[in-house]
């Protein structure tokens, strides 16, 4: 199915950057089978489309309780856009597992997707007469994210999918290893491995710089559209507790 453009996917998009540590220290990891109580991650994102671009900020909070989880991703510009996306859901063997994924943008109506484990349904308010199918490992737009690290942390697989589930619909998302890169971001110069889902004709470009040092978090996302458009977001503070 179509996954429109990237602003779908993580709603991270848009306050200009000032005060930034150049010189931040990675934090300190959890075991590669751990999830920590917390992880907070700002990142520093930018929106362009031909010479036209927007700067704005996203922090993304993860809470970890028992085995019980939430995260909340927060994205602002100014007073020009407001989008909130929300995960909650369980921690199993493999990794996350979400029972309700929540988007939101603006004034408009918040939509909720529903996972039902026992029935293997998953329910869309955007779209209540065409459910979908539960799949192994299936995540949402936000808990992508974090699952993302986590699989980088356990295998380093040369290529992979995972179901993803958005307001409407599940798709599958096939990635693959790009290698090792030293790429530059608010925190500082980086040793990550590159990502990518490559754009086809239902699915935009997605990558992902999942950063060694910084416990395979993503210190860089990157989503380009069929019509040029970008939104980059590259972290600058990051918190594990």
């Not at 996954?3 to 150049?22: I, K």
């Not at 700002?42 to 909070?61: D, K, M």
């Amino acid at each position: 199915m179509r996954t429109s453009s990237a602003s779908r996917f993580a709603g991270l998009a848009l306050a200009t950057l000032l005060g930034v540590d150049a010189h931040a220290q990675p934090p300190t990891c959890p075991s590669a089978d751990e999830w920590p109580a917390k992880i907070r991650i700002e990142y520093a994102v930018t929106a362009s489309r031909g010479p036209f671009s927007i700067n704005g900020q996203s922090v993304l909070l993860f809470e970890r309780s028992g085995n019980a989880y939430s995260i909340s991703v927060e994205t602002d510009s100014a007073a020009i856009y407001h989008s909130r996306q929300a995960s909650r859901g369980t921690i199993v063997k493999g990794g996350l597992q979400p029972v309700e994924y929540v988007e939101a943008r603006g004034k408009r109506t918040p939509q909720t997707t529903t996972f039902d484990w026992e029935t293997g349904r998953v329910i869309f308010s955007a779209a209540p007469d065409s459910p979908g199918a539960t799949e192994p490992a299936l995540q949402d737009r936000v808990s992508l994210v974090l699952q993302l690290a986590w699989r980088q942390r356990a295998a380093a697989e040369t290529s992979f999918e995972i179901p993803v589930a958005g307001a409407r619909g599940v798709g599958i998302y096939r990635f693959a290893r790009r290698g090792v890169e030293t790429i530059k971001v608010p925190v500082g110069t980086v040793e990550a491995t590159r990502v990518e889902r490559a754009a086809d004709e239902e699915n935009d470009r997605l990558e992902a710089w999942l950063g060694t040092s910084w416990c395979g978090l993503p210190v860089r996302i990157r989503y380009t559209d069929r019509k040029g458009g970008v939104i980059d977001h590259r972290m600058r503070a990051v918190t594990i507790e």
